[in-house]
């Protein structure tokens, strides 16, 4: 589904690259979580892969028919008055998608329809999570990217949206990609991790990235 053709990247487009000669797949129907220290590119990533950003040197193919898009919270203005249902709406409309029972199934698939009508400003950093996760399902996407999903959010609606993120990969082959700080979710739900340091990847399977790290599970 994506293959990364030897890219290199950096911000102002001169070396040295923060990103050097990266290669990878991931495959169609995967889970990868994407982990590294703070300042690993990771989120420069997501972008080069989501197309916002252009590599310097390489190529990247994504074979892909929708990719929903989940950012980090916080990137946004929580004190703007729109509503669950306003939100969902108007990235509807950017879509061209007409049929507003898109929405209501969008937000029911989280279990969150019942917000329709709220601020987002309003609600727990999980409740808006899970806001953002059912927009970027509105165009019933087969590649869904997440940056940090957890950050912020309570260990209970942790726990449901990575329930549901599992789901839909397992059940549905919603290819996932997500940047992870949280260990977790990552030896629960991954297929296959992406350890990215010092401007380098290597991808692993998950027990394979356990013996490296020498993590031992209780």
């Not at 994506?2 to 001169?14: E, L, Q, R, T």
């Not at 969902?88 to 698939?109: F, T």
């Amino acid at each position: 589904m994506i293959h990364i053709d030897n890219i290199s990247f950096s911000y102002n487009g001169i070396k040295p690259y923060m990103l050097n000669n990266l290669n990878f797949k991931i495959t169609e129907g995967s889970y990868t979580s994407i982990v590294g220290e703070n300042g690993s590119y990771k989120s420069t990533l997501l972008k080069l892969i989501l197309g916002l950003l252009k590599p310097n040197e390489g190529s990247i193919k994504v074979t892909s028919n929708n990719i929903g898009y989940v950012p980090q919270r916080g990137n946004y203005n929580s004190e703007f008055p729109i509503t669950v249902y306003e939100i969902m709406k108007c990235h509807a409309a950017n879509l061209k998608i007409k049929d507003k029972k898109i929405v209501y199934q969008c937000l029911e698939q989280l279990g969150i329809t019942q917000l329709k009508n709220s601020l987002i400003g309003n609600l727990s950093g999980g409740q808006q999570q899970k806001v953002f996760i059912a927009r970027a399902l509105i165009g019933q996407p087969d590649l869904l990217i997440l940056d940090e999903p957890s950050t912020g959010v309570d260990l209970k609606s942790q726990n449901e949206i990575y329930g549901f993120l599992k789901h839909i990969n397992r059940v549905h082959s919603v290819t996932i990609i997500s940047v992870e700080h949280n260990l977790k979710p990552v030896i629960e739900n991954s297929t296959e991790i992406l350890e990215m340091c010092k401007g380098d990847v290597t991808l692993h399977n998950v027990q394979d990235y356990l013996s490296k790290n020498h993590i031992i599970l209780d």
